[in-house]
């Protein structure tokens, strides 16, 4: 029940991550796209993940916005290109021996955004190496 309680947490945080635009957005159509996944704690911990996540987000050259943690049970990390437009948000929950984390891309521009699914894709990818290592 704690897990819920604190994966609803971030999902209402969520709002507090997006950007000033996001709220013309919810009227219009946009692109959404997420992937979520989940490995062994001893594999992939809460801070590799968010780690990794920093990582391949600057590397698609998205400037971060918001970075919470909260040691063994949450870590939250948004982020988006300096031109506005879209946005990336990853969660990281531990979740009894697991880590379970959620990637977010959205593009405010567009519906069925290829640009979105690429940034899911890259991060979410990223994270299942790290786990692998």
């Known amino acids: 029940m704690k897990s819920l309680k604190l994966a609803g947490l971030a999902l209402a945080g969520c709002a507090l991550c997006l950007p000033a635009s996001a709220s013309w957005a919810a009227a ?24 990794t996540a920093k990582r391949e987000s600057a590397a698609l050259g998205y400037a971060a916005a918001v970075e919470n943690r909260y040691p063994g049970q ?19 929950i531990a979740v009894d021996q697991k ?11 567009r519906p069925q955004s290829p640009a979105a699914a690429r940034v899911a894709d890259k991060v979410h990818g990223a994270i299942l190496a790290a786990a692998r290592r």
């Open 28 to 51: 219009s159509k946009f692109g959404l796209e997420y992937r979520v996944e989940r490995s062994a704690a001893a594999k992939l911990s809460l801070s590799t993940c968010i780690d």
């Open 74 to 92: 949450l870590a939250v990390f948004a982020s988006g290109p300096n031109a506005g437009g879209a946005s990336l948000i990853v969660y990281c």
């Open 99 to 109: 880590t379970a984390f959620v990637v977010q891309a959205i593009d405010y521009n």
